[in-house]
């Protein structure tokens, strides 16, 4: 068996001192940042095992950080029903959350934010994708973790997620049962699990369908770096109707079409996804896929506080189900060909 690691032998490699070392994980102050996520990361590279040298107890603040992406802030956006929804469980739970909003830098350095420490954390939930960088780095912590609203190869054993593949499959099924055959999907495969679950669903009833599966109805409608929306191109041959991954870009993408002379739904069918504001603001309201947020809240709260008590308990990933919910912006082809 190897020799036990110590902070003195982590403080000798990086030549700093054990002091240094011993705020960086009791999370005092005297430490910047930078310098403690590089303390944290030489720890686990040389298998350091966290406790170790102090035999007390890690006694249980109640408080819960929450990270979310800055990107995914936006006024209307689909988020803050998570957001409510995690904060009126946790207070069920007589619990208290820390919301932190992530920007592009400390997402790019992978920068824990320190009041997460200084405040002894019991737990972290990861809002939205973020990058595998920065999952890394928040794992390096050691702090119990669950992960809402995407999953990748680092995330799925602790994570919950709408069932996204099941609803598209569901609502391009809808389209189809209304005569639709050509159908675009709109959203970027690159940018995230959801999007990229959601037109794998889409995929699944074209083919059952014996609907030729085609790379020129598949639209991008974000930047795969930054995120942020970009202008749909529309194909030179239009489809029936567009399969949107959120109701954000179905609501931009009926403007869109309505700007170049197409109604929605009288010439083309548009669908959303989220069940947001966006779908009820627009003209028509957009049919949309409900994603039950407050149940994803819910349970995601549970299973951090479960892991916080069981540190080595399995979650897994938690698949939530939602509805369709039917709304103004689909046409049946069906009645068109019974008439002719």
Do not use: W
């Given at each position: 068996m190897g020799k036990k690691v110590t902070m003195r032998d982590i403080a000798e490699r990086l030549g700093?001192?054990?002091?240094s070392v011993s705020k960086a994980f009791s999370g005092q102050s005297g430490v910047s940042s930078e310098l403690r996520q590089k303390i944290i990361k030489t720890a686990d590279i040389m298998g350091y095992r966290y406790g170790e040298e102090s035999p007390k107890k890690k006694s249980h603040s109640g408080n819960i950080g929450v990270i979310v992406a800055e990107r995914y802030m936006s006024d209307n956006s689909f988020y803050f029903k998570f957001i409510r929804g995690i904060s009126t469980k946790l207070q069920q739970k007589k619990n208290y959350a820390f919301?932190?909003?992530?920007?592009p830098y400390s997402e790019e350095k992978a920068i824990i934010p320190d009041i997460f420490i200084r405040q002894k954390i019991d737990g972290i939930i990861i809002l939205g994708q973020v990058s595998d960088k920065y999952i890394k780095a928040v794992r390096n912590t050691k702090t119990p973790v669950i992960f809402l609203d995407f999953y990748n190869q680092l995330t799925s054993e602790c994570c919950v997620v709408c069932n996204n593949f099941y609803a598209s499959y569901e609502i391009t099924n809808y389209l189809i049962n209304n005569g639709h055959r050509s159908i675009a999907f709109v959203g970027n495969i690159h940018s995230t699990s959801s999007i990229q679950d959601r037109y794998l669903g889409y995929a699944k009833s074209l083919i059952e369908n014996n609907i030729r599966l085609s790379d020129y109805f598949?639209?991008?409608?974000r930047d795969t770096e930054t995120g942020e929306l970009i202008q749909p191109q529309l194909p030179a041959v239009m489809p029936t109707?567009?399969?949107c991954n959120c109701d954000e870009v179905a609501a931009k993408l009926i403007t869109q079409l309505n700007r170049v002379g197409y109604r929605v739904p009288?010439?083309?069918s548009v669908t959303g996804f989220d069940n947001s504001v966006y779908s009820s603001i627009s003209t028509p309201n957009i049919t949309t896929f409900e994603v039950n947020t407050e149940q994803m809240a819910s349970i995601?709260?549970?299973e951090l506080l479960s892991k916080i008590k069981t540190p080595n308990k399995e979650t897994g990933m938690i698949q939530v189900k939602g509805k369709i919910v039917y709304k103004d912006s689909v046409a049946s082809l069906n009645y068109a060909a019974e008439a002719k």
């Amino acid at each position: 068996m190897g020799k036990k690691v110590t902070m003195r032998d982590i403080a000798e490699r990086l030549g700093i001192s054990v002091v240094s070392v011993s705020k960086a994980f009791s999370g005092q102050s005297g430490v910047s940042s930078e310098l403690r996520q590089k303390i944290i990361k030489t720890a686990d590279i040389m298998g350091y095992r966290y406790g170790e040298e102090s035999p007390k107890k890690k006694s249980h603040s109640g408080n819960i950080g929450v990270i979310v992406a800055e990107r995914y802030m936006s006024d209307n956006s689909f988020y803050f029903k998570f957001i409510r929804g995690i904060s009126t469980k946790l207070q069920q739970k007589k619990n208290y959350a820390f919301f932190h909003t992530l920007t592009p830098y400390s997402e790019e350095k992978a920068i824990i934010p320190d009041i997460f420490i200084r405040q002894k954390i019991d737990g972290i939930i990861i809002l939205g994708q973020v990058s595998d960088k920065y999952i890394k780095a928040v794992r390096n912590t050691k702090t119990p973790v669950i992960f809402l609203d995407f999953y990748n190869q680092l995330t799925s054993e602790c994570c919950v997620v709408c069932n996204n593949f099941y609803a598209s499959y569901e609502i391009t099924n809808y389209l189809i049962n209304n005569g639709h055959r050509s159908i675009a999907f709109v959203g970027n495969i690159h940018s995230t699990s959801s999007i990229q679950d959601r037109y794998l669903g889409y995929a699944k009833s074209l083919i059952e369908n014996n609907i030729r599966l085609s790379d020129y109805f598949l639209i991008s409608d974000r930047d795969t770096e930054t995120g942020e929306l970009i202008q749909p191109q529309l194909p030179a041959v239009m489809p029936t109707a567009f399969v949107c991954n959120c109701d954000e870009v179905a609501a931009k993408l009926i403007t869109q079409l309505n700007r170049v002379g197409y109604r929605v739904p009288e010439d083309i069918s548009v669908t959303g996804f989220d069940n947001s504001v966006y779908s009820s603001i627009s003209t028509p309201n957009i049919t949309t896929f409900e994603v039950n947020t407050e149940q994803m809240a819910s349970i995601a709260v549970d299973e951090l506080l479960s892991k916080i008590k069981t540190p080595n308990k399995e979650t897994g990933m938690i698949q939530v189900k939602g509805k369709i919910v039917y709304k103004d912006s689909v046409a049946s082809l069906n009645y068109a060909a019974e008439a002719k």
